[in-house]
């Protein structure tokens, strides 16, 4: 069994791994930490779980090693940054799924973090991507950094225009929406009921950072593929889950049918991805309620002649496939375990 901690388990985060590690059959939890809450046991904070783990919350310590094969960080960047510094060389694989490590590139990460310090030589060594795509580099990682839910969706759904048919992204446009649990347990004015209920809120209408993490992701794996990416997101009165819209401009050649090719080769050996055509359900897919409780992102890819555009829509859960789903499917990668092990379950529909 590969022993596993939790830190930052009271958050909605934490709960997603607790409940996703308890049910894996490889997995021994064995550790619960966090820097409020101490004492208290899941069930206390989870009214869901209903665990007897014989784990309550505790603080992080130096002998962790002792106790953890892996320690997953579902905490806030600049605690994560803290975090792994103090736990690098010390556990056998660190996984984060803060943004502390998402941005490789400098600048750009003290732009979009700039309360987030980090050690730059232990940046460098954290290896950054969704696991269908960095998944070989994930095998034996220490380091590994998982990323933001927005991010996940909108790298899954270009993959496969830059790194397989290897077209020019002059101009993205991403429109994101996303339910409330995005947000966290912080407590906001704009999150509570009478505000967000019905609401299409417009919280980053100029700018998101995982619109910078995809693109220093994507400049890394192939220089020079996309000009330009921006995104507006919207909160929507959702409790789970996301759809990233992503529009494409592309002087390139396009080929209707060729797009869709591309993708079901793209992804024929990658589970999790379900690409979709638009009108093949009762509803139109991608749809966040296809997906909710699931580690699936759904997929579609259209051509828009008129517009001269491509189309991308990829919906996924944002506290699994977006967060907790992934770190365990990180986990079985860097283990070496079949990548869907205490992954299979099915979305939970209607919800």
């Known amino acids: 069994m590969i022993r596993v901690g939790v830190v930052g388990a009271s958050g909605f985060a934490g709960g997603e791994l607790i409940r996703l590690v308890t049910q894996h059959p490889g997995l021994d939890l064995t550790f619960l930490g966090g820097s409020s809450n101490i004492g208290r046991r899941p069930a206390e904070l989870h009214p869901g779980l209903r665990l007897d783990l014989g784990l309550a919350l505790e603080p992080v310590t130096d002998d962790l090693a002792d106790r953890c094969d892996v320690v997953l960080l579902a905490t806030p960047a600049h605690v994560s940054a803290r975090l792994a510094a103090q736990l690098a060389d010390k556990v056998a694989c660190v996984i984060d799924l803060s943004g502390a490590f998402r941005i490789r590139t400098p600048g750009l990460h003290r732009r979009w973090y700039p309360q987030v310090e980090r050690h730059a030589e232990l940046a460098d060594r954290f290896v950054y991507g969704v696991p269908e795509l960095v998944g070989e580099q994930m095998a034996g990682a220490p380091l590994i950094s998982l990323p933001g839910c927005y991010a996940t969706a909108i790298t899954l759904g270009l993959a496969p225009l830059t790194l397989s048919l290897g077209l020019d992204l002059k101009t993205v446009l991403v429109d994101g929406k996303s339910g409330s649990s995005g947000s ?38 192939k220089p020079g593929t996309v000009g330009s990416l921006t995104m507006s997101a919207y909160g ?4 789970r889950g996301l759809l990233a819209s992503s529009y494409v401009l592309t002087d390139d050649e396009i080929d209707a049918r060729e797009l869709q090719r591309a993708y079901l080769r793209f992804y024929k050996n990658h589970g999790f991805v379900r690409v979709r055509r638009h009108t093949e359900t009762m509803i139109p897919v991608p749809d966040p309620q296809a997906v909710l409780g699931s580690n699936y992102c759904d997929v579609t890819v259209m051509h828009d002649p008129e517009g001269g555009r491509i189309i991308v829509l990829a919906a996924l859960d944002n506290l699994v496939k ?18 869907e092990t205490g992954l299979t379950m099915q979305p939970v529909m209607p919800a």
């Open 184 to 221: 966290g347990q912080q407590l906001r004015t704009a999150g509570l009921h009478p505000f967000r209920n019905g609401a299409i809120t417009p919280y980053a209408p100029t700018g998101h950072r995982h619109a910078a993490e995809v693109s220093d992701f994507l400049e890394r794996s």
């Open 236 to 239: 929507v009165s959702h409790v």
């Open 322 to 339: 977006g967060a907790a789903g992934q770190a365990v499917q990180a986990v079985n990668k860097r283990y070496s375990l079949p990548e």
